[in-house]
């Protein structure tokens, strides 16, 4: 895959598939491995799709901003910074309905097939360790 390729799945995951909660299929492999917090979050697609619904019903009103993506072959790494409004109940936490800013960087790898992305790794800006698994 060409660098512009491997922007274009790894853009249209995030703005067209994780932040409007949808159409994750179009983006991620089903064979797709979430890991967050040296944890494995989500194991295949239907896994990801459900902790995506959660968040989606934690918080609401969407807004990202990509300032770095760096991309060597068909790996990508992306630092992301979220403001989102929290509606529901996360972590313990109630619902306090006041916005909130949340970053973190994500690695990933693009499939075999070339169009979807098979590894995400999210890693907030205080966890220490996010590594390949594959």
């Known amino acids: 895959m060409t660098e512009a390729e491997v922007k274009e799945v790894t853009l249209g995951y995030f703005k067209k598939a994780w932040i409007p909660g949808k159409d994750l299929d179009k983006f991620v492999a089903r064979d797709v491995v979430r890991h967050m917090h040296g944890k494995v979050q989500a194991n295949g697609l239907d896994e990801l799709i459900k902790l995506n619904q959660g968040y989606h019903e934690k918080?609401?009103?969407?807004?990202?901003?990509?300032?770095?993506?760096?991309?060597?072959?068909?790996?990508?790494?992306?630092r992301f910074i979220l403001e989102?409004?929290?509606?529901?109940?996360?972590?313990?936490?109630?619902?306090?309905?006041?916005?909130?800013?949340?970053?973190?960087?994500?690695?990933?790898?693009?499939?075999?097939?070339?169009?979807?992305?098979?590894?995400?790794?999210?890693?907030?800006?205080?966890?220490?360790?996010?590594?390949?698994t594959k």
Do not use: Y
């Open 59 to 78: 918080f609401s009103d969407w807004e990202l901003e990509i300032p770095d993506m760096l991309i060597q072959g068909d790996k990508v790494a992306v």
């Open 84 to 132: 989102l409004t929290h509606v529901g109940e996360f972590h313990g936490f109630a619902a306090t309905n006041k916005r909130i800013t949340a970053g973190g960087i994500l690695k990933g790898g693009i499939a075999h097939d070339n169009q979807h992305l098979m590894l995400l790794c999210f890693r907030s800006q205080n966890e220490r360790t996010c590594q390949w």
